[in-house]
């Protein structure tokens, strides 16, 4: 029996206060915020960071001092206590209009319509307004709840469990290529331009500097209106990128194979021009959204080593700078195929995703000599430079590989950096008997 975790999402609440109402919430958020600042303090002086320590310490005073209740109080110092978990080095001061933590001690959902919000004056019936989306999974809210302050207008972030489906058993892989020029390309040759975020952004970049450029107090005005804007835009079209692939892995029963691309801002290099555009490239988040929303409806996700994706040929599996021509262009010197680079990129990373499993499933009937070394090998320390792969299933179990998969020779060789080679470019070519051809 298998037991696959909850996933949490965040719902967002708006609400919806009146003028008295948004007074004392403003009023009750500035004594929170004051409280659990004073509470940081008086641990990191005393150097002590846990939540009984701090409690002992100053909980009498936050009731006096700042006119919590004592809920309040016990959740302003669970606030300084979880920035303490992350770092001990610095005393922490919260904004005044920071996040307000409500557990069910300090609010109520009274049905879909309102909630029940403990204030310093009391309970206040706060009414609630959100979307579709939020209403098919209210029920589903329980525990607590963020109350957050954003331009103006209230919030409720309130965080909740959806059982993800388990895995299907997929025999294929739909590969993602991610990029700047386009956003995201697949194995089947559908591209998702990032020309309309790139045309946002330096419109933005613009109308930014225009208003700096002025300095006048209308012009602020502008400017705060304006913050966050391209972001916004950004993450929806992750959103609408993210949905579309997820649901072509659904409705054709394949995998998503994805490329890791952690690290590569501080191991590439870019010209000045480029660095405003590299460094709002939010590939991090399109990655999140393909994961949880592919979760969701039970599609595998597999992310593989992007290494020399771009450079090697998706059907013959020679790899050479001088194959990428220009950023769209592929022409592979060995058998003259082309295509779009990014596509050819893609069916690469969909054949390290179809390959990953034989290589895996070749390191455990493997038996290298003595046994120490197999724990050596586990860790990537070490690589034999023989293995006896001699293993009938292997060809039966990944028969139904791409054909670009089934051309290459898996092989250990990681040259000290414990990952797998692919490419023809670095696999030897080995007797039948010593690698497995899938």
């Given at each position: 029996m298998?037991y696959?975790?909850?996933?949490k999402l965040?719902l967002?609440?708006?609400?919806?206060?009146?003028?008295?109402?948004?007074?004392?919430l403003?009023?009750?958020?500035?004594h929170?915020?004051?409280?659990?600042?004073?509470?940081?303090?008086?641990g990191?002086?005393?150097?002590v960071?846990s939540?009984?320590?701090?409690?002992q310490?100053?909980?009498?005073?936050?009731?006096d001092?700042?006119g919590?209740?004592a809920?309040?109080?016990?959740?302003a110092i669970?606030?300084?206590?979880?920035?303490?978990?992350?770092?001990?080095?610095?005393c922490?001061?919260?904004r005044?209009h920071?996040?307000?933590t409500?557990?069910?001690?300090?609010?109520?959902?009274k049905?879909?319509?309102?909630v029940s919000?403990l204030?310093?004056?009391?309970?206040?019936?706060?009414?609630?307004?959100?979307?579709?989306?939020?209403?098919?999974?209210?029920?589903?809210i329980?525990g607590?709840?963020?109350?957050?302050?954003?331009?103006?207008m209230f919030?409720?972030?309130a965080?909740?469990?959806?059982?993800?489906k388990?895995?299907?058993?997929?025999?294929?892989f739909?590969?993602?290529d991610?990029?700047?020029?386009?956003?995201?390309?697949?194995?089947?040759?559908?591209?998702?331009s990032?020309?309309?975020?790139e045309k946002v952004?330096?419109?933005?970049?613009?109308l930014?500097?225009r208003?700096?450029?002025?300095?006048?107090?209308?012009?602020?005005?502008?400017?705060?209106r304006?913050?966050?804007?391209?972001?916004?835009f950004?993450?929806?079209?992750n959103?609408?990128?993210?949905?579309?692939?997820?649901?072509?892995?659904?409705?054709?029963?394949?995998g998503?194979?994805?490329?890791?691309?952690q690290?590569?801002r501080?191991?590439?290099?870019f010209h000045k021009?480029?660095?405003a555009?590299?460094?709002?490239w939010?590939?991090?988040?399109l990655?999140t959204?393909?994961e949880?929303?592919?979760?969701?409806?039970?599609?595998?996700?597999d992310?593989?080593?992007p290494?020399?994706?771009?450079?090697?040929c998706?059907?013959?599996?020679?790899?050479?700078?001088a194959?990428?021509?220009?950023?769209?262009?592929?022409?592979?010197?060995?058998?003259a195929a082309?295509?779009?680079a990014?596509?050819n990129?893609?069916r690469?990373?969909?054949?390290?995703?179809?390959?990953?499993?034989?290589?895996?499933?070749?390191?455990?009937?493997?038996f290298?000599?003595p046994?120490?070394?197999r724990?050596?090998?586990?860790?990537?320390?070490?690589?034999?430079?023989?293995w006896?792969?001699?293993?009938?299933?292997?060809?039966?179990?990944f028969?139904?590989?791409?054909?670009?998969?089934?051309?290459l020779?898996?092989?250990?060789?990681?040259?000290?950096?414990?990952?797998?080679?692919?490419?023809?470019?670095?696999a030897?070519?080995l007797?039948?008997?010593q690698a497995?051809?899938?």
């Amino acid at each position: 029996m298998s037991y696959v975790a909850p996933m949490k999402l965040t719902l967002q609440l708006r609400l919806l206060p009146d003028a008295a109402q948004r007074g004392l919430l403003l009023t009750t958020l500035e004594h929170f915020n004051a409280a659990a600042s004073f509470a940081a303090k008086i641990g990191f002086e005393a150097h002590v960071f846990s939540q009984a320590s701090i409690h002992q310490r100053c909980y009498r005073t936050l009731r006096d001092r700042f006119g919590l209740s004592a809920q309040m109080a016990v959740r302003a110092i669970g606030k300084a206590v979880e920035v303490f978990h992350r770092d001990k080095t610095r005393c922490p001061v919260f904004r005044p209009h920071g996040a307000m933590t409500y557990d069910e001690r300090l609010m109520s959902f009274k049905g879909m319509a309102h909630v029940s919000l403990l204030t310093l004056e009391g309970r206040q019936i706060v009414p609630l307004v959100f979307g579709e989306y939020q209403r098919e999974r209210f029920d589903r809210i329980k525990g607590q709840c963020d109350l957050i302050y954003r331009k103006g207008m209230f919030f409720l972030y309130a965080s909740i469990d959806l059982p993800p489906k388990p895995p299907v058993e997929v025999s294929e892989f739909l590969g993602v290529d991610l990029g700047i020029a386009n956003l995201a390309v697949d194995s089947d040759g559908r591209q998702y331009s990032g020309a309309p975020v790139e045309k946002v952004r330096q419109r933005q970049h613009r109308l930014r500097q225009r208003l700096q450029r002025v300095g006048t107090k209308g012009a602020r005005k502008k400017l705060k209106r304006l913050s966050g804007r391209e972001a916004r835009f950004r993450r929806h079209e992750n959103h609408c990128i993210s949905k579309a692939l997820v649901v072509t892995c659904k409705d054709t029963g394949r995998g998503l194979a994805l490329e890791n691309l952690q690290g590569i801002r501080a191991r590439t290099r870019f010209h000045k021009a480029q660095r405003a555009r590299i460094s709002g490239w939010a590939f991090r988040q399109l990655r999140t959204f393909l994961e949880y929303k592919a979760a969701l409806v039970g599609v595998p996700v597999d992310v593989v080593d992007p290494r020399n994706t771009s450079r090697t040929c998706s059907r013959c599996g020679h790899c050479e700078p001088a194959n990428r021509k220009s950023q769209a262009a592929f022409v592979c010197r060995h058998c003259a195929a082309s295509l779009h680079a990014d596509v050819n990129a893609a069916r690469n990373i969909r054949a390290r995703a179809a390959c990953k499993p034989a290589l895996e499933l070749a390191r455990a009937v493997a038996f290298p000599s003595p046994p120490a070394s197999r724990a050596a090998i586990g860790h990537g320390r070490c690589a034999p430079s023989v293995w006896r792969y001699a293993e009938p299933r292997l060809h039966a179990r990944f028969a139904g590989a791409p054909p670009a998969a089934r051309r290459l020779l898996c092989r250990w060789d990681d040259g000290g950096q414990g990952q797998p080679a692919f490419t023809r470019g670095r696999a030897q070519a080995l007797p039948d008997s010593q690698a497995v051809r899938l």
